[in-house]
């Protein structure tokens, strides 16, 4: 995720987790893939376990 899709996802505590760096991290960052889904996907091509992380979080 990144500030493009960010309020897609208001379950992942971000925020609150970078603190004070969050400000630099949302101008600067830039995720790697278009969505969390996405991700998924290209984990799963690497470990049919993600498979499971699939159902339970892109439903």
Known sequence: MD???IDQYP???VK???GE???IWI???KSLFQS???FI???LKYD???DKLKKDFCK
Do not use: M
Request: include cysteine; proline fraction near 12%; charged fraction near 35%.
């Open 41 to 43: 996907d290209h984990a």
């Open 3 to 5: 500030k493009a899709n």
């Open 48 to 50: 049919p376990e993600c």
């Open 16 to 18: 609150r987790q970078l």
């Open 36 to 38: 969390f889904e996405d």
């Open 27 to 29: 101008e600067t960052h």
């Open 21 to 23: 760096a969050y400000p």
């Open 11 to 13: 379950e992942i505590p």
